[in-house]
């Protein structure tokens, strides 16, 4: 069965510090992988999402960063930490299109807290 | 711009009535839709889909129905359980891209 990993689960970084959230998933080829961003008490927002090794689309212009170095790792970073940063972090998952399961349904990790100070 | 919002932010039920939580989508060039359920501190988790071709789809205790006329998508809960009790997002994907609405809150009330 396919399951996804991300860490840390919490983490307390200060202004201007660096930011690595990583994502993995094992069970399946060529997924798509995705960053939400969920504030407090709201809904999610697509960050980035992958298709590929090193093809990476970013939906919302800000300071964080997203890489894929391989098949099934997916990485969120930022070189400079924003008070507005603070957030749960979701990664997530679904089939791609060619694996022949269908690639509709997507699936998410158990979060990062990103807590800004 | 692409929108899925729901109607409701909060929605309080009696434990064994059933529950009605409503989403509205503005993509009618979305072909999928899903339900999910977060608990707090939690990652959401899916819990029913329906593709467009379809009006309605049935599964343990939920039901989902889709309105493509006026862009309005359900999930229906029976008879409510405490453990119901989470934020449940509609999300509608196009092509790759999964949107999220902004979420209710279902509290279930002893």
Known sequence: SQTIHQWPATLVQPVGSPLSLECTVEGTSNPNLYWYRQAAGRGLQLLFYSVGIGQISSEVPQNLSASRPQDRQFILSSKKLLLSDSGFYLCAWSASLSSGSGGNTIYFGEGSWLTVV | GENVGLHLPTLSVQEGDNSIINCAYSNSASDYFIWYKQESGKGPQFIIDIRSNMDKRQG???????????????????????????????????????????????????
């Open chain 2, 60 to 110: 343990q205790r939920v039901t989902v129905l889709l309105n493509k006329t006026v862009k309005h998508l359900s999930l229906q809960i029976a008879a409510t359980q405490p453990g119901d009790s989470a934020v449940y997002f509609c999300a509608e994907k196009k092509t790759y891209k999964y949107i999220f609405g902004t979420g209710t809150r279902l509290k279930v009330l002893a």
